[in-house]
C-alpha cells in the first residue's frame, strides 16, 4: 500500500515546556483534518499520514526534507491573502520547485468552518446560550453573499461571530465565548462535510484528485 504523507501547519510539536492539553489538543486538531480527509480520500487505498509542523516555517522545512526523497508528500499551508495571490506566495515561501505539491487553506483554516455556519451553530448551541436564536448565523453581515475565500482574517470573523452569538456563565458572571484554534478548531473541523468542503475550495479538491492519482 502506498504511504502519502500531508504536512498540514498548525498544533504544536511536542516538548517539555508545552503543557499536556495542549499537546493533547493537537493531536485531536491533526485527528481532525485526517476525518476531512479521509471523507474524500479513500483511507483503504493509502497509508495516509497527517503530519503537523506546528508554525508555517517549521512545517515547510519538514515538507522539503522529505520531498527531497519522496514525492508523495504534500504541504498545506494558511494562505493569509486573496486567492489571486498564490503564484507570489510560492515564490516568497520558495516553494517554486514543489509549486505540484503545496496546496493553501485560502485565507486560513477557520474559513472552512465558515463555509459551513450551521455546523457552527449546531455544536455551539448545546454547549453555549445562544443570543438572537431566530438568527441564523449565515445571515450575519460578515458571512452573507461572501465567499468564504473573500473573507479577509477568517479567525478574526469567527472569533468575532462566537461572541456575538455565544456566552457562558462562570463564576455567576457572563462571559462571551471566544475562540482558540487548539481548543475549538478540532471538534468544529471533525463535523465539517468535507465534499462540499472540496465543492468550495479548489485546494483541496486539488489535493484530493492529486492524492488519488497514487491509488
Do not use: C
Not at 463555509?115 to 445571515?139: F, H, N, V
Not at 478540532?186 to 468550495?200: E, F, I, M, N, V
Request: net charge positive; hydrophobic share 35%; no cysteine.
Amino acid at each position: 500500500m502506498v504511504d502519502v504523507t500531508i504536512f498540514i501547519e498548525g498544533g504544536v510539536l511536542p516538548h517539555d515546556n508545552v503543557a499536556v492539553q495542549t499537546i493533547d489538543n493537537s493531536h485531536r486538531l491533526r485527528e481532525s483534518f485526517h476525518q476531512i480527509f479521509s471523507q474524500i480520500i479513500d483511507p483503504g487505498s493509502f497509508n495516509l499520514n497527517v503530519q503537523q509542523g506546528s508554525g508555517f516555517q517549521q512545517t515547510i522545512n519538514f515538507f522539503k526534507s522529505r520531498i527531497k526523497n519522496n514525492h508523495k508528500v504534500f504541504l498545506l499551508i494558511d494562505l493569509d491573502m486573496p486567492k489571486s495571490k498564490k503564484a507570489e506566495k510560492i515564490k516568497y515561501l520558495n516553494l517554486e520547485d514543489q509549486n505540484g505539491y503545496v496546496f493553501f487553506m485560502v485565507q486560513e483554516m477557520e474559513a472552512w468552518i465558515l463555509s459551513q455556519p450551521d455546523k457552527i451553530d449546531k455544536y455551539y448551541s448545546l454547549k453555549y446560550t445562544r443570543k438572537g436564536k431566530t438568527k441564523k448565523i449565515e445571515d450575519d453581515s460578515q458571512l452573507v453573499g461572501k465567499h468564504p475565500e473573500d473573507i479577509h482574517k477568517p479567525s478574526r470573523v469567527l472569533r468575532a461571530l462566537l461572541k456575538r452569538y455565544y456566552s457562558y456563565q462562570i463564576r455567576g458572571k457572563k462571559k462571551k465565548k471566544g475562540y482558540e484554534k487548539l481548543k475549538d478548531g478540532p471538534d468544529l473541523l471533525s463535523r465539517l462535510d468535507a465534499t462540499k468542503l472540496a465543492s468550495t475550495f479548489s485546494d483541496l479538491k486539488e489535493l484530493a484528485s492529486k492524492v488519488k492519482t497514487y491509488s
